[in-house]
């Protein structure tokens, strides 16, 4: 596993709560070359003085050197962990997601916010609909059987498709690549709507083309 050192004083908006490690708070990299290259590899995070702070996927092609996973020593990162940061993601929106609409375009994991940092899912037409997936981190890029085998089982929704943002997969040092990771791929057209706007999407892409009329 890498070992991550972070610059004197520069542990301060970690334990703060921020998730992101930037290269200018870092000391050095410890570890296997191979394993430094490899985006989304663990690795522990300590101050200077070589205590823990916590374990981080860390990314040498990103700008964001590290994102935390977390600040407990006792907490691998595994498969239960994402398991369990899929369920409380899904936990926490089941009551707006069982509520909506069938055409309607619904968050279920929010990145950072979940503890899932670069990973965005929304649901479009509920439980027999789609999950659409960004991978916008090397850390949950690493873990993509997991996290899709935890929605899958979370929601019910049997069909995902993962969409790829061009620009930040590049910048994450990730292939651009757009498919279908369980079920079936979504239609070219779908109709959304959110509140009093109706409008056509292109799951796959995120286009949105021209409003439709309410």
Not at 24 to 53: C, H, L, M, N, Y
Not at 108 to 120: I, M, N, Q, R
Not at 166 to 180: D, F, N
């Amino acid at each position: 596993m890498l070992i991550i050192t972070i610059k004197q004083g520069k542990e301060k908006s970690l334990l703060a709560g921020d998730p992101w490690i930037y290269p200018t708070a870092i000391e050095r990299v410890d570890g296997k070359p191979q394993e430094k290259s490899k985006p989304g590899s663990t690795a522990i995070v300590q101050t200077s003085s070589r205590q823990f702070i916590g374990r981080a996927a860390f990314n040498t092609h990103s700008q964001i050197r590290a994102r935390m996973w977390s600040y407990k020593e006792d907490e691998p990162v595994d498969h239960a962990m994402m398991k369990r940061r899929v369920k409380a993601a899904v936990a926490k929106r089941l009551p707006a997601l069982r509520a909506a609409g069938p055409n309607a375009l619904m968050p279920v994991v929010l990145g950072d916010e979940d503890g899932l940092s670069g990973l965005l899912v929304h649901n479009w037409g509920g439980q027999d609909g789609y999950l659409i997936c960004q991978f916008n981190s090397g850390g949950v890029e690493a873990w993509k059987v997991a996290i899709v085998q935890a929605l899958l089982a979370e929601t019910g929704c049997p069909n995902v498709y993962q969409r790829s943002d061009e620009l930040i997969r590049k910048g994450e040092g990730l292939p651009v690549i757009s498919r279908v990771l369980a079920g079936e791929e979504p239609p070219d057209h779908v109709l959304v709507i959110d509140g009093n706007q109706r409008y056509s999407m292109d799951l796959c892409t995120g286009f949105k083309f021209p409003k439709l009329r309410s």
